[in-house]
């Protein structure tokens, strides 16, 4: 920042200052009326009846020789302890029914709208007189009366931070290690909810001193003898005109107090969403970064190996304890005997004009322990939606169908149409996700260490606080970051792209999942960083034993980490198999055209990349026959009448024996693929009719 921003930003915090000062100066007075007021405010001296201002009465007495100043004084007192409940009162019922009712969307969020509508539209001071009127006046009464006025703003800014958060990757996240609404609501969508609240709160506190002194002017407020500016004012009206003093100071006290608030709302709605209380509770970089510049190490692999050793091991211990299905052994041999999970006709469709439309149709795919499946394809392709679908991370808007089996035998458990009890039982506990936007995945005003924690009390790991925070420590050392215990202090905003990449593999890890899920986990870094990144996965899977499914559109990723591909273009896969024989020999025009497009470390300087004509993103249904004709080289009169089924395609001729009896076989929908309906032997995998 330059000089100039920090004097403006200087200058800017010198006014926010200015304007609380009177606030600040009212509350201060209030509470400490009793010793600053030089009498009694209901102490009557009819000798002094309406005295003018003098040494003894430094603001006069009034008609029945009551200390003004002192009056003024517990008037404050009054004021602020009836506003200060009235916005406990207002905020609290506000804030819980605008969270609850963002959070949940549908009608409840719809019957709320509404009702908080027709409150905001009703005159505050007439509800205000109906209540008063139906109670009579007292100062319970006058709270419950304002708060029924000013509960409804609080609730509809509330409603609207948390509508706008509802479906936000970091809720994914935590829905995922299984948090319930109780706990996502109170720790994650209360505080930003209460933020701009408290920005308005300030407004508030003098529409309330002003609504309290307008009842208490009407006599329906706070009643005599008590001092209060509105009833100061009304007892004074008949007085007037020959005494000045009865008028002025209550009159200013309002007045400065109503403008100090209007005025300390707007700067603080200008400056922050956040209140500076919040800014100071936030600090803006921890004392660890501020003494070095933390970054990830350069092999994580090689710096952290001895330090996660144990960890991994104790991990691996406890994954196998748990395993449903038998023992689990790290390392991919032993782990590859079995299917984790295994896809069938999924489909997912989303709400589009006047009907639903498909982005995903028919997909299949299998999961098998230990090992790594990649899902590829241009962006809009569906591979997102194919690899979230069964575990319910979709929109809610989104349709789901078709099958997918986590486990084998009679322990698999069915994900689609699974209700949400059974998928915090396997969501954050058997399977981990990491996001993409890494920052969005986490939240701004929670620690890294708070994130970990919950994800390792979710997944009934750690026990006591301090305990929780070791198996934290234990996890972010695991995933390489090079000072856990100073990045469970820091925020996101303060960690690199690929340190919060690691930070969600921890969170992910905390539940030691059978299957990781990773969404495009590299795409955002650099080439130093996300070699890191690939090296960290295929660690956790030699170590843990850890299946995964990643995604990504890029194919020098999936060479690097996968053992098995999906190729999908517009959500239908046309071609999958081992990694290492659809890369050497892409059966499928599309996987040619990929590979093609991929920078080769071997061209020649200047050479040209071959791209594919035509764009990607158009769904299943879109194109009629098969939906890659409009931009295949090789498309025949057959592609343009349905689209190809995905069939066992026998490798080359030249093809090593191995691969005749590969656990996953190699599969191609493409009419114009001669060898594609030839059957290959069954393998251990995916067979034709599974
Ligand atoms: N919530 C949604 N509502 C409507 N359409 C959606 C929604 N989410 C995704 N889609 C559409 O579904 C299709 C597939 O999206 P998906 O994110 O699964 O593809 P992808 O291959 O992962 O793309 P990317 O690499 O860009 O993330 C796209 O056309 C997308 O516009």
Redo the contacts with the bound molecule.
Sequence with gaps: MTAGGRWRGRSASRRTVLVALPLAGFALVGLLAPLLAPADPAATDLAASLSPPSAEHPLGTDQLGRDQLSRILYGARISLTVTAAVLAVSLTVGVLIGTVAGYLGGWVDRVVARVIDMAVSLPGMLVALAVIGVRGPGVQNLVIAMSLWAWAPYARIARARVAGLRDSPHLDALRLLGAGPGRIIGRHLLPPAVAPCLVYASTDVGAIVLGVATLSFLGLGIPPPQAEWGQMLIEGRPYLASAWWLAYPPGIAITVVVFASNLLGERLAIGDERPSILRWVLPTRPRFLRSRNVRPPVTSASASASASASASASASARAAERQPVGPRSAGPSAASAGTLLCVRDLS?A???VGGY?R??ADVRYEVRRGRILALV????????????APFGL??P??VVTGSALLGAGGEARQLVGAGPHERRLVNGRRVGVVF?DSLAALNPLRTIGAHVDEAVRNAGRGGRRDATRRVTEELLRLTGLPDPIGTARAYAHQLSGGMRQRVQIAIALAGEPELLVA??PTSALDVTVQAQLLDLLARLRDELGMAMII?S?DLAVVTRLADEVVV?YA?RTVEAGPVATVIRSPAHPYTRGLLDAVPHPSAVPGTRFRTMPGRS?A?PDDVGGCAFRPRCPIAIAPCADHPPELLTWAPDPGAPASELVAPVLRRVACFAQPAATTRAPGGVGERDGD
């Design positions: 997912v989303y709400p589009h439309r982005v995903v394809g241009e962006t809009g392709s569906g591979k997102t939606s194919a690899a979230l979709l929109d808007d989104a993409q969404d495009e995604i559109h999908m959500g993103g769904g």
